[in-house]
């Protein structure tokens, strides 16, 4: 079985947010087994997509791990599996997901970039809770929880600055969201080519920080949206490695459009 690293919201390698993909010739192999080989990928998420009868709702199935644990919605290992069926000449045209949380799609650019249509996130204010505070190491502006597939509280802080010089307790942030915490803040100059940054941290799916996270951008959207005035806007996200995600917020479907590398293409010598 042939397994391929991607690069995801980015256009060079060794940057953005990696994921594992395989294709599947015909159904999903047991959970079990999905479950072994994400958590022997070690990535943020690994997706596993299998083609469907033609005629129906959607082309493939696909479903995402991480190392430990099955996810609901995820962008960047979405976007991953997309570019590989583009590149791959195994996919013309937009092409339907059916996931988890339903019906979700992506087409190529000409220009190489993906655009996913993913469901936007409801955003609901929340107290912040004081020991999220602690556990973050900074002052909080507010909080507001998500939709039940994404899960996340998106935490708003000071600045750019208080975001990237972040170092939270990480295992002390368990427990305080169903998913993770997104803290987030308006770019310092908007004239490098972004609107604003976040940084994901999931430690109850064993992942520390994710690099660049797509779904949590359903909800990022209608945040600064409705704080910067437009509907159109790119984040940044990420530590020390960073992507970019261009978002186009359109009612109850957000866009997310960025690029993808291939950087590992080889073979899973084990089977179900």
């Not at 022997?40 to 083609?51: D, G, I, Q, R, Y």
């Not at 996931?99 to 107290?127: K, Q, W």
């Not at 949206?225 to 530590?239: D, I, K, M, P, V």
């Amino acid at each position: 079985m042939r397994l391929r690293i991607v690069d995801a919201f980015t256009d060079r390698p060794f940057a953005g947010n990696p994921a594992g993909v395989l294709l599947l010739a015909d159904g999903f192999p047991p959970d079990a087994w999905l479950q072994q080989v994400a958590a022997e990928v070690n990535l943020s998420e690994t997706a596993f997509a299998h083609p469907l009868p033609p005629g129906g709702d959607a082309d493939w199935a696909l479903r995402w791990f991480t190392p430990t644990a099955e996810v609901d919605m995820c962008g960047h290992a979405t976007l991953a599996t997309a570019h590989v069926l583009a590149a791959g000449g195994l996919a013309r045209g937009p092409i339907r997901f059916s996931a988890r949380c339903g019906i979700l799609t992506a087409e190529a650019a000409e220009d190489g970039s993906i655009t996913l249509d993913f469901p936007t996130s409801e955003l609901t204010p929340v107290a912040a809770d004081p020991a999220v505070r602690e556990a973050l190491g900074a002052a909080v502006k507010s909080v507001h929880d998500t939709s039940a597939h994404v899960g996340d509280l998106v935490v708003e802080l000071a600045d750019e600055r208080t975001v990237r010089g972040l170092t939270p307790d990480i295992a002390a942030l368990r427990g305080y969201a169903r998913r993770g915490v997104i803290v987030t803040a308006p770019a310092e100059d908007p004239g490098r080519g972004y609107d604003f940054v976040s940084r994901g941290f999931f430690p109850a799916f064993g992942i520390d920080e994710d690099p660049v996270t797509g779904s949590a951008h359903t909800a990022l959207a209608p945040f600064w949206a409705g704080r910067l005035g437009r509907t159109q806007l790119t984040g940044l996200q990420g530590g020390a490695r960073t992507g970019l995600v261009r978002v186009t917020l359109a009612g109850d479907r957000t866009l997310l459009t960025g690029n993808a590398v291939t950087v590992i293409d080889g073979e899973l010598l084990t089977r179900p």
